[in-house]
């Protein structure tokens, strides 16, 4: 399974399907009455504020960097300039 290459990649749907979640079922976990909003973080349409990601993170036994790798290493070379 590949990862995202929306506007913001990441690597949700690859660590829910992991973890043998639909998306419902997380969206449920995360409070949403559906999965809509879920389904835009995955296709990089759009970023979870810091709790829901925080939330996702622990869900998914990773850390929140690791989801949204590829930003982070663009962050991580701005940075290092």
Not at 30 to 47: I, K, N, Q, T
Not at 51 to 59: D, I, N, S, T, V
Request: hydrophobic share 40%; proline share 5%.
């Amino acid at each position: 399974m590949e990862e995202n290459k929306g506007r913001f990649p990441n690597k949700l749907k690859l660590f829910r399907c992991c973890r043998g979640y639909s998306q419902k079922k997380v969206a449920r976990m995360l409070g949403h009455a559906d999965a809509s909003m879920l389904s835009r973080w995955e296709h990089g349409v759009a970023l979870p504020g810091i709790m829901p990601l925080f939330r996702l993170a622990r869900m998914y036994g990773t850390q929140p960097h690791e989801l949204f790798d590829e930003l982070w290493q663009q962050i991580n070379a701005v940075i290092a300039c």
